[in-house]
């Protein structure tokens, strides 16, 4: 993938899933891995508040700070300046009202230069998502399994496997849908109820984490992919290479040559020629 491919726009995601492509995403936190996810073309990246467990080693997202997220998608802004970049409201920086949301959905676009935000929650959260989206601002919904409220979910959890939860899922993507979401998560949802709301979207497009292959498109947590994430891998992570063994390896072979005095080798530093060295010891005298 070239280092000058178009800056991916909200009509190129709609033209994609008009044409039955679909629209692959990932997390992403740090400057490389976006360089990284920059070169093989991936159309949207998520600065998720993953990252409080992924990278800041919490139990769950909910210390992440809008600080936090505004650094982490900053860095990933500069590695990737073509994707669409959508920035995590963190915790409490859209509950306590419209005004609040729109204050910190606006720091994404201003501080970070994101193209979009995404928040947690359904119906009870629609006019949320309709002040963002009215502000000017285009905005993702999550439905599903939402970690903020994993504490009354019952954890971490398929979510809608009956058929009254089920239908409230329903119930809450039309919300969002109308309260102007460009697309909608769908985390940990029964596949045939992801084909139900993709099937039912008419103005937003689904994205599937572990919901299933009939959503406009995929999402994985970048660390589950590669191995990097030690606590625990999620079953709906599919490992696409063991970066966690390459490097784990990488680092117990250090500590052996370090220790048995096998590195540094004379290619591994620098010298000084004999004529200055002989001359930096009279100077010493």
């Known amino acids: 993938m070239s280092q000058t491919r178009k800056k991916v726009t909200l009509p190129y995601l709609?033209?994609?899933?008009?044409?039955?492509?679909?629209?692959?995403?990932l997390t992403c936190y740090d400057y490389p891995t976006a360089y990284f996810q920059e070169q093989a073309g991936i159309d949207m990246i998520l600065v998720g508040d993953s990252l409080g467990m992924t990278m800041l080693g919490y139990d769950s997202t909910l210390p992440v700070t809008m600080d936090d997220m505004i650094r982490h998608a900053q860095a990933v802004r500069r590695g990737s300046p073509n994707a669409w970049l959508i920035g995590d409201m963190p915790y409490m920086s859209y509950q306590p009202s419209v005004e609040t949301a729109i204050r910190n959905a606006g720091r994404f676009m201003a501080e970070a230069g994101c193209d979009a935000i995404k928040l947690e929650g359904g119906a009870e959260m629609a006019d949320r998502m309709r002040g963002i989206v009215n502000a000017g601002i285009p905005a993702m919904g999550h439905l599903g399994l939402t970690p903020q409220s994993a504490s009354?979910?019952?954890?971490?959890?398929?979510?809608?496997?009956?058929?009254?939860?089920a239908k409230k899922i329903l119930e809450d993507a039309r919300a969002l849908e109308e309260a102007g979401a460009y697309a909608i998560l769908l985390e940990m949802v029964p596949d045939r109820i992801c084909r139900l709301v993709s099937e039912r979207a008419k103005n937003c497009f689904i994205i599937s984490l572990g919901s299933g292959p009939d959503a406009h498109g995929q999402l994985l947590i970048y660390h589950d992919m590669f191995g990097l994430y030690p606590k625990f891998k999620p079953r709906m992570a599919k490992v696409f290479g063991n970066a966690g063994e390459v490097i784990l390896n990488g680092l117990k072979?250090?500590?052996a040559e370090v220790s048995g005095k096998q590195f540094p080798q004379a290619d591994n530093y620098f010298s000084i020629s004999d004529e200055e060295y002989t001359e930096l010891l009279s100077l010493l005298d």
């Open 152 to 165: 009354a979910l019952g954890g971490f959890r398929v979510q809608g496997r009956d058929a009254r939860r």
């Open 14 to 25: 709609f033209d994609k899933v008009a044409h039955g492509e679909p629209i692959t995403m």
């Open 253 to 255: 072979q250090y500590v």
